[in-house]
Each structure stands twice: as C-alpha cells, then as structure tokens.
C-alpha cells in the first residue's frame, strides 16, 4: 500500500467505527446483539465469502469482505462496553502476533522458502503457550475443513509422508477395510455399522491427505464438484419440463441420456 491509500483507508476505517457507535447507540437491533447472536451470522457472512470466492467475483468479494470487517468492529465495540476490550486492543493483538510469527522479517531468523515459514510458525505457536500441535484447530470447523487442517498442522512439525505417492498405497488399504466390513455385514446378520463408519471415515481422511499432497483444497474441490453435479442435475430437470414430464417419470436411461448432454 502506498502512504495515500494507507490515509485513505484509515480515514474510512474511523469513519467506520463512528458508524458502528451510531449503530450502537441508535439501531433497536444493534443495540441488542451479543457475541453469541453475531457468532452465526458470522459464520454464515464466512460461508458466503467463501462462495464469492468460488465463483472469482470481485465485486462481491470486495463486499463480503465489508461485511465480515464489519463484524470484528462490532465484536470490538461490544467488547469495549465491557471494559474487556476494544478495536485498539484487537489491532494491536494482531500486530504482535503478525511480528512475532515473522521473525524472518522482523528478526534474524532466515527462510529459504515457504515451507520453512510454516515450520517455524508451529515452533512459535506452541512457545506461545499453546498445549500441542492440534490445540489450536477449532472443534467446530466442518469435518474435512478439520481435517485438512489438522493434516496441514502435523505436516508442520514433519509428521507426513516422505514421498506423497506412498499415500495411494494408504488409501488403497482403507478401500480394502472398508470391503472386508462391508463384506462381513453382507455375510452375517451382525451389526458392525460402527466398524463400517469408521472405515469409511479412515478412507475419507486419507483422500483429504492425498488432495492436500497434490496442492487440492479439498473443500473447494468438493465444492465445485456440487456446483458442477446442481448445473448439470438442473439441466434434466429443465428439459423434462420441455419435454412435458415429471423428472419422477422419466427413466433412469432417459436421465443419463439428458446428463451426458449436460456434460457438453
């Protein structure tokens, strides 16, 4: 940034706080959220963020982008009512922490490359006083987001595999697991839909470690996946309306036809 857009930026930013104190003050709805009413809309604002993104929109990034940067202020005014905290404390938190996680740039330390960056921030994290590697993982997070980034921790620490090929050979073995269960529930009248669970979330964790060995995100991988499998569904269920019938009255033979058109 040069200095004009950073005084430009910071003006608005105190423009926004002076709204956010309006807000405050004035709004019957604003005046009476809570950390715990603003947490899902949070997560929502994150969500559609993330969507934005997926789609490489600019422009609603940009707004999205607003919108969550308006939820830290709040958090931050509610916290200053408080007297717990407020914005000056949040900005300085952040600055600390960024300066302390740098030491290649604001210290001694020297990196020859990314990975190296990503070393040193576990060592520095758990000299922050963290419990362990994994402590800092978030319980709530969607289950292949926690997973991916739990792989992504120990990674950090040299937890991983020496050749990422060897990863197959892992996902191969859960494929097989998975089998024998499935086999045995077919076999016999006993219940091991416990066993078949686990087996499935075993085969479900190593595809994460394979697509986070490749450089996939997993998550938005999926993503345009369901994005990609809704565009083509929608098409059926357009031409059946041409067509004159109920997508439920239509073979499956019909529907595979109408998908491979949607392929193309």
């Known amino acids: 940034m040069e200095n004009n857009e950073i005084k430009s930026a910071q003006k608005e930013f105190g423009r926004l706080l002076e709204i956010m104190n309006d807000l405050r003050a004035q709004c019957p ?8 009413s603003l947490r899902k809309l949070t997560i929502e604002e994150t969500y559609e963020l993330g969507d934005a993104i997926l789609k490489k929109d600019l422009d609603e990034i940009k707004g999205e982008l607003g919108d969550l940067l308006l939820h830290v202020v709040f958090y931050a005014k509610i916290g200053s009512e408080t007297g717990t905290f407020d914005m000056r404390d949040v900005l300085d938190s952040i600055i600390q922490k960024l300066i302390f996680r740098h030491p290649h740039i604001y210290g001694e330390v020297k990196v020859e490359n990314a990975e190296d960056v990503i070393q040193n921030w576990e060592e520095l994290k758990l000299k922050e006083g963290r419990e362990g590697v994994l402590s800092g993982v978030p319980m709530s997070l969607p289950a292949m987001v926690k997973a991916n980034r739990i792989q992504e921790k120990v990674h950090g620490v040299g937890f991983d595999w020496k050749e990422k090929e060897d990863v197959w050979d892992k996902i191969n073995e859960e494929i097989d697991e998975l089998k024998t269960e499935l ?5 016999s009248d006993t ?44 098409y059926i269920e357009k031409k059946a309306t041409e067509m004159g019938k109920s997508i439920r009255e239509m073979t499956l033979e019909e529907m595979d036809a109408l998908w491979e058109e949607a392929k193309k």
């Open 191 to 234: 219940d091991n839909a416990e066993n078949i669970e686990a087996e499935f979330g075993d085969l479900f964790f190593s595809i994460i470690n394979a697509a986070r060995l490749y450089g996939v995100d997993p998550e938005i991988a999926l993503q345009r996946t369901n994005l990609k499998f809704i565009g083509r569904f929608q």
């Open 183 to 187: 086999k045995k529930s077919n076999e």
């Open 29 to 36: 709805w604003d005046m009476k959220q809570t950390f715990e």
